[in-house]
């Protein structure tokens, strides 16, 4: 469990360490004193939740305190209804990519702890979206969950490459859920 002093507070904070001391003492910090002495200590999560309910910016914390989701997509509301299902305040940060290369490109940027891939944007596509993620070993932790037309047609292909699928349609709250609990397995959701 990472703890943080109060100077180190301050300067994620961009606030004086005395100010940081009068959130602690006035029980609006939580945290606790080291036994026999007048030093504090912040715990991570308690300082990421103070931020947050505070509204102000994570900072390098981000990183580690949100879940980042791209969204490989075209259907404007699958991407609406999982991005209520994933919102800011519930530990979650989404991006979208319309195709192949836009989700290259976001991936490399964005650095996603999960991709969630449409196969309505083309089953060739999305495939080679998800086979393309995995040849990169910047990737290989990457969870990738695949979200499969429910067309009828029986889709058959390699499914090593993904770690979950979900036939459409499908509960947008249960998906949110999933992630949460993968994605909290790998970083510290608050």
Not at 36 to 42: N, V, Y
Not at 55 to 60: E, H, I
Not at 74 to 84: A, F, G, H, P, S
Not at 94 to 104: K, V
């Amino acid at each position: 469990m990472k703890v943080f002093t109060t100077g180190q507070v301050a300067k994620i904070c961009k606030v004086a360490p005395r100010t940081v001391s009068k959130w602690f003492d006035s029980g609006r910090l939580k945290g606790y004193r080291i036994p026999g002495s007048q030093d504090r200590r912040i715990p991570r999560e308690y300082l990421i939740k103070f931020l947050k309910e505070h509204g102000m910016p994570l900072g390098d914390l981000e990183d580690e305190a949100m879940a980042k989701v791209l969204i490989v997509a075209q259907d404007q509301v699958l991407i609406e209804n999982l991005k209520r299902e994933l919102p800011a305040d519930k530990s979650f940060r989404t991006q979208t990519a319309a195709s192949g290369f836009e989700a290259g490109i976001q991936a490399e940027s964005f650095h996603p702890d999960c991709i969630i891939c449409d196969f309505s944007i083309g089953h060739v596509e999305a495939l080679q979206i998800c086979q393309n993620l995995r040849r990169n070993t910047d990737f290989a932790e990457t969870i990738l969950i695949a979200l499969l037309p429910d067309d009828g047609s029986s889709i058959s292909f390699d499914r090593s490459t993904i770690n979950e699928t979900f036939k459409k349609p499908f509960d947008s709250a249960l998906l949110a859920e999933r992630l949460r609990t993968l994605i909290g397995a790998k970083k510290e959701l608050v």
